[in-house]
């Protein structure tokens, strides 16, 4: 069964700074992931999606890896702004039927 | 512009009531979702859809029912079984022409009063 964990559950961070958010996944045998941003009561917006077969996707000051091996994808957030906060999400995508598994999400906190 | 419309944003339950969530989307995707998030929890999906006049039930459908009588349209009621019904709900939409991204509504609060 396929499990998502996003750790830490939340973060802090100085407002300039480079950062790093992490998601593993249990089954490597996946067909996409996503990352995606959600600001309080609100809905998600898709930030990147990487495919599979792919190993990177960019975005910005947004940088999004992925290492199927391993079973982890990281965000990478350069010079971060107070804008940036909000919670992160990732979601694996497991088949052809759309079904997408859900991690807990980082509460990302940028301090000015 | 083309998008997903929840409403309402607000809503409150008494006990023992039905009540309806309406999701219309203009993307003209195929496939639609509803999720239930509760504070400090990923995404659980309830009911998905793949095309009109089908659907299938998700991780958490007990006290749940959708249609599809329209491809635009997906409404989810929350039934008077589901006993802890309060949360927020997530419609959502894709289909494999977008790249299979997914994209969200602004998503409902159902609150029991």
């Known amino acids: 069964k396929q499990e998502v964990t996003q750790i830490p559950a939340a973060l802090s961070v100085p407002e300039g700074e480079n950062l790093v958010l992490n998601c593993s996944f249990t089954?490597?045998?996946?067909?996409?992931l996503q990352w995606f941003r959600q600001d309080p009561g609100k809905g998600l917006t898709s930030l990147l999606l990487?495919?599979?077969s792919q190993r990177e996707q960019t975005s910005g000051r947004l940088n999004a890896s992925l290492d199927k091996s391993s079973g982890r994808s990281t965000l990478y957030i350069a010079a971060s702004q107070p804008g940036d906060s909000a919670t992160y999400l990732c979601?694996?995508?497991?088949?052809?039927?759309?079904?997408?598994?859900w991690g807990a999400g980082t509460k990302l906190i940028i301090k000015p | 512009d083309g998008g997903i419309t929840q409403s309402p944003k607000y809503l409150f339950r008494k006990e023992g009531q039905n009540v309806t969530l309406s999701c219309e989307q203009n993307?003209?995707?195929?496939?639609m979702y509803w999720y239930r998030q509760d504070p400090g929890q990923g995404l659980r999906l309830i009911y998905y859809?793949?095309?009109?006049?089908?659907?299938q039930k998700g991780d958490i459908a007990e006290g749940y029912s959708v249609s599809r009588e329209k491809k635009e349209s997906f409404p989810l009621t929350v039934t008077s079984a589901q006993k802890n019904p309060t949360a927020f709900y997530l419609c959502?939409?894709?289909?494999?022409?977008?790249?299979?991204?997914?994209?969200f509504g602004e998503g409902s609060w159902l609150t029991v009063v």
């Open positions: 959502a939409s894709t289909d494999e022409f977008s790249g299979n991204t997914i994209y």
């Open positions: 993307l003209n995707h195929d496939a």
């Open positions: 859809s793949q095309i009109v006049n089908d659907f």
């Open positions: 089954d490597s045998a996946i067909y996409n």
């Open positions: 990487i495919q599979s």
């Open positions: 979601a694996v995508r497991r088949g052809s039927n759309y079904q997408l598994i």
